[in-house]
């Protein structure tokens, strides 16, 4: 759904979306009377939409926006298999659809993807507990059960439990 950050001057409404085929994005600064939104023809659009507006956002002066800085850390090997697996993802975010969202390895990248709803994007750790999608911005809190094993993730409007 919408997103609104912000207070005064920097207040800003965004909301993004995508179906099979396109992606898109739209942010609003009511209190400058500007905005940007930019559609993309591709289901791998999500990284080049933030691009855009990233570069809209400096030309025009936006205040609090732009890439995040972040600082990764590396997981053992344990632990990012531990992470690899499908975490279904409950019908009443996607319209009753029966979809999951799927953590891999590919090669020493961990991806994760939600096949027909969010493309495949890689994984860094930013903590011991938390995993950030630099492409899409979503960030993940991993939720271990009482052995400290993975048992799921939250995503922040959702938690996500892992299938067995």
């Known amino acids: 759904g919408p997103m609104v950050h912000g207070t005064g001057r920097t207040l800003q409404f965004e909301h993004g979306g995508s179906n099979?085929?396109?992606?898109?994005?739209?942010?609003?600064?009511?209190?400058?009377?500007?905005?940007?939104?930019?559609m993309?023809?591709?289901?791998?659009?999500?990284?080049?939409?933030k691009e855009i507006l990233y570069a809209i956002a400096k030309e025009y002066q936006w205040p609090d926006y732009g890439p995040r800085e972040v600082a990764p850390?590396?997981?053992?090997?344990?632990?990012?298999q531990q992470l690899v697996g499908e975490y279904p993802v409950p019908s009443t975010l996607t319209d009753g659809k029966r979809v999951s969202q799927i953590l891999r390895m590919e090669g020493a990248v961990l991806t994760v993807e939600v096949p027909g709803?969010?493309?495949?994007?890689?994984?860094?750790?930013?903590?011991?507990?938390v995993l950030?999608?630099?492409?899409?911005?979503?960030?993940?809190?991993?939720?271990?059960d009482r052995r400290g094993r993975v048992s799921g993730l939250d995503i922040g409007n959702a938690r996500l439990t892992k299938a067995r």
């Open 20 to 38: 099979e085929g396109y992606i898109c994005h739209v942010i609003h600064f009511p209190a400058l009377g500007r905005g940007a939104a930019v």
């Open 40 to 49: 993309t023809n591709s289901d791998a659009g999500g990284s080049l939409t």
């Open 73 to 80: 850390i590396a997981l053992d090997s344990a632990s990012v």
């Open 117 to 129: 709803f969010v493309p495949k994007s890689s994984l860094v750790a930013l903590a011991d507990d």
């Open 132 to 144: 950030l999608a630099p492409e899409t911005g979503f960030e993940f809190r991993i939720m271990r």
